[in-house]
């Protein structure tokens, strides 16, 4: 199994102006904006006689800034 996490936030730290990057929820409401991610699944899909396995992996991620009107 290749854990795909790591793929995952070394390709949101390229999107620039991003203060900070976490899992699941901002560390600091401060430093704005940020991204967190998180898996939602993953599930086995297809089993093979030659135990190679497909999965479903489903991350969630979300951008928090603050509202436009404020700006």
């Known amino acids: 199994m290749i ?10 730290k390229t999107i620039p102006g991003v203060t900070q990057i976490c899992h699941a929820w ?3 409401f401060g430093k704005l ?6 898996i939602e699944d993953n599930s086995t899909h297809t089993k093979t006689d030659n ?5 479903n ?3 969630q991620i979300d951008i928090w800034t603050k509202s436009g009107s404020e700006n």
Request: charged share 25%; hydrophobic share 35%; aromatic share 8%.
């Open 51 to 55: 135990i190679e396995r497909l999965s």
């Open 26 to 28: 901002p560390e600091d």
């Open 57 to 59: 992996i489903r991350f």
């Open 3 to 12: 854990n795909i996490k790591p793929h995952i936030l070394q390709m949101l």
């Open 33 to 38: 904006p940020c991204i967190t991610y998180k």
